[in-house]
C-alpha cells in the first residue's frame, strides 16, 4: 500500500521556495505548478507548511545566503556527520533541519545566524 503524506499528519512540512532567477523557465513554470499543488493538498488534509527561501536555507547551515551547492554537502558533512552524494538529498535534509528548529525555535543550541532565519521565517 502505498505511503502518503496525510497518513502520518506531521507536524510541519517544510518546503524550499522557487528559486525565480532560473534560467531554464519551463522547468520554473513546471515547477510552480507541482509547488502550489502540494501546498494546496497540504492545506486541504490540514498540515502546517513552511516555504524556505534558498537564501534562507543555505544561511541556515553556511551562514551565508549565497553558498555554492557544494559547500552546503561539505558543512551538512562536518556539522551532522551526514553525507549525501546529491545536493537534492542534502537539501530536502537541511529543510528538515529547519523544521526541527521551527517547532523548538528557543534551542540554545542554534547559532547566531541560524536562529536568525528562524527569526525570519516566525515573523512571516
Known amino acids: 500500500m502505498p505511503y502518503t503524506i496525510g497518513d502520518k499528519k506531521p507536524d510541519l512540512a517544510v518546503i ?4 525565480f532567477m532560473s534560467r531554464n523557465t519551463t522547468s520554473l513554470i513546471q515547477l510552480a505548478g507541482l509547488n502550489y499543488m502540494i501546498r494546496h493538498q497540504m492545506y486541504k488534509i490540514g498540515i502546517p507548511f513552511l516555504i ?4 534562507s536555507l543555505k544561511k541556515f547551515i553556511t551562514g551565508k545566503g549565497n553558498a ?8 551538512v558533512y562536518k556539522r551532522f556527520n551526514e553525507e ?3 545536493n537534492n538529498t542534502c537539501d530536502a535534509y537541511c529543510l528538515a533541519k529547519i523544521g526541527e528548529a521551527m517547532l523548538d525555535p ?3 543550541k542554534l547559532k547566531i545566524y541560524q536562529q536568525e532565519v528562524i527569526n525570519k521565517l516566525i515573523e512571516k
Open 68 to 75: 555554492p551547492k557544494e559547500f552546503m554537502l561539505m558543512e
Open 84 to 86: 549525501f552524494r546529491d
Open 16 to 19: 524550499e521556495g522557487l528559486a
Open 106 to 108: 528557543k534551542n540554545p
Open 52 to 55: 524556505v527561501p534558498p537564501t
